[in-house]
């Protein structure tokens, strides 16, 4: 006769989790364990606690597990569940696409201040990633229309995804391209706001990265050259091309890299060139302004 195993509870699964977690050095051991706890069951942080008893079913243990190893190996958290909050959206996330981050919130803050009061505005969001963006965008100005590129197959697939999560697929059109390259010439000159996130890490500075970011998210997305403006140099043709007069470039930077952009964008014609802090304090946003007068 075959032993049965062992039930496992909600208690239990979760002081286990914690334990291992700890011995492998996650500096956030219980809310790793909180989370991938709740992926493996369904429950909520609250539930968790409230339902302590509860057995684990023999599916949910496996769940557990196999998240478990992963993340004891490094593996970020976002990639094992496959969502990741941003502003008052859920997004998918897998690997090979850049994780949202909370500071880039502020880069979204930014740009709907610019569309304050624009009826119907016109928005590109040039390297993409995930779409966080452009769905952030889409669902907080309703009659907003979002052209979103990303040089990346897979990311572009993952922002069409979570543009149909967000039910803004109409209005959200994504383009696999460099920057601007597929955005048609007939929309050139009509944009309210051109907002990017795009790869702004210097190399010096990627060597410090952490290894949960550097081993396991995509170098396409991170690495922005010798001081971070490699692709930053390419933006602002691209935001020149697109732009209407009037309208306004909101880029997140690393903060060793925005005294140099600001000077580069006001070499380039931008006006009102300013930088933004993060919820942090840290210099983190340039936003600048087309010329009224430019062409």
């Avoid at 492998?24 to 790793?32: N, Q, W």
């Avoid at 702004?200 to 170098?219: G, N």
């Amino acid at each position: 006769m075959t032993q049965q195993a062992r039930t496992w509870t909600v208690k239990e699964a979760l002081e286990w989790t914690q334990g291992y977690l700890d011995r492998k050095e996650d500096a956030h051991a219980l809310i790793s364990a909180r989370t991938l706890l709740s992926h493996a069951t369904g429950l909520s942080h609250l539930e968790l606690y409230t339902l302590f008893d509860r057995p684990l079913s023999l599916a949910e243990r496996d769940v557990l597990r196999e998240a478990v190893a992963r993340r004891g190996a490094g593996e970020p958290l976002q990639y094992i569940t496959g969502t990741a909050p941003f502003r008052y959206l859920e997004v998918k996330v897998r690997p090979g696409v850049l994780i949202p981050r909370p500071e880039t919130e502020v880069l979204v803050d930014e740009a709907l201040a610019v569309l304050a009061g624009t009826e119907a505005p016109l928005v590109a969001d040039l390297c993409c990633g995930s779409g966080c963006i452009a769905c952030a965008v889409a669902t907080e100005v309703l009659d907003a229309r979002v052209w979103a590129t990303d040089i990346s197959p897979e990311a572009c697939v993952l922002a069409q995804e979570n543009a149909q999560a967000a039910g803004a697929e109409a209005r959200i059109h994504v383009l696999e391209c460099d920057l601007d390259a597929a955005i048609p010439d007939d929309l050139a000159g009509a944009f309210h706001c051109v907002v990017s996130n795009p790869p702004y890490i210097p190399d010096e500075v990627m060597e410090e990265l952490s290894a949960e970011v550097k081993d396991h998210e995509p170098d396409l997305a991170l690495r922005g050259g010798v001081d971070g403006l490699d692709v930053f140099r390419r933006l602002l043709k691209s935001a020149q091309r697109l732009l209407r007069p009037g309208g306004a470039l909101v880029v997140e930077l690393h903060e060793t890299s925005l005294d140099e952009a600001q000077a580069l964008a006001e070499a380039a014609g931008f006006m009102d060139a300013r930088i933004v802090e993060d919820l942090a304090g840290r210099p983190r946003i340039l936003r600048a302004a087309k010329g009224k007068d430019a062409v």
